[in-house]
């Protein structure tokens, strides 16, 4: 049997799955893109935050709430391989490919929830 530090030592060494996820809502079509350094984590945390009322989508959860959870559905777009650590690290690779996916689909107005972000260039 493990010790419970030989235990937490697996659980901070484990990989996991980061990338690029997707939200669409079965009924009229629209979808929200994010990204997550956890991709299994961050489905049950949207899902809990939709169920509980609180997510910060407005749209998202209006919908949510019209058409219920079994209209929705998740699923993995990118995902990057936890090999060796990027410079600046996985979120800033996460977020540019998220970036690029959002240039892609364009889930903005009647196609999506998400916003548009202006960046500026430096």
């Given at each position: 049997?493990?010790?419970?530090?030989?235990?937490?030592?697996?659980?901070?060494?484990?990989?996991?799955?980061?990338?690029?996820?997707?939200?669409?809502?079965?009924?009229?079509?629209?979808?929200?893109?994010g990204?997550?350094?956890?991709?299994?984590?961050?489905?049950?945390?949207?899902?809990?935050?939709?169920?509980?009322?609180?997510?910060?989508?407005?749209?998202?959860?209006?919908?949510?709430?019209?058409?219920?959870?079994?209209?929705?559905?998740?699923?993995?777009?990118?995902?990057?391989t936890?090999?060796?650590?990027?410079?600046?690290?996985?979120?800033?690779?996460?977020?540019?490919?998220?970036?690029?996916?959002?240039?892609?689909?364009?889930?903005?107005?009647?196609?999506?929830?998400?916003?548009?972000?202006?960046?500026?260039?430096?």
């Amino acid at each position: 049997m493990k010790t419970r530090k030989e235990m937490k030592e697996e659980y901070r060494q484990r990989k996991y799955r980061m990338g690029v996820f997707r939200i669409t809502n079965l009924a009229n079509g629209k979808i929200f893109i994010g990204s997550s350094i956890d991709l299994i984590a961050i489905w049950h945390a949207q899902k809990l935050q939709l169920n509980a009322g609180i997510h910060p989508n407005e749209q998202l959860q209006s919908d949510w709430k019209q058409f219920g959870p079994e209209n929705f559905k998740y699923d993995i777009l990118e995902e990057i391989t936890q090999e060796d650590e990027p410079a600046g690290g996985f979120e800033r690779e996460i977020k540019a490919m998220e970036d690029l996916v959002n240039e892609e689909l364009q889930p903005y107005n009647e196609k999506g929830y998400n916003r548009r972000h202006h960046r500026e260039k430096l």
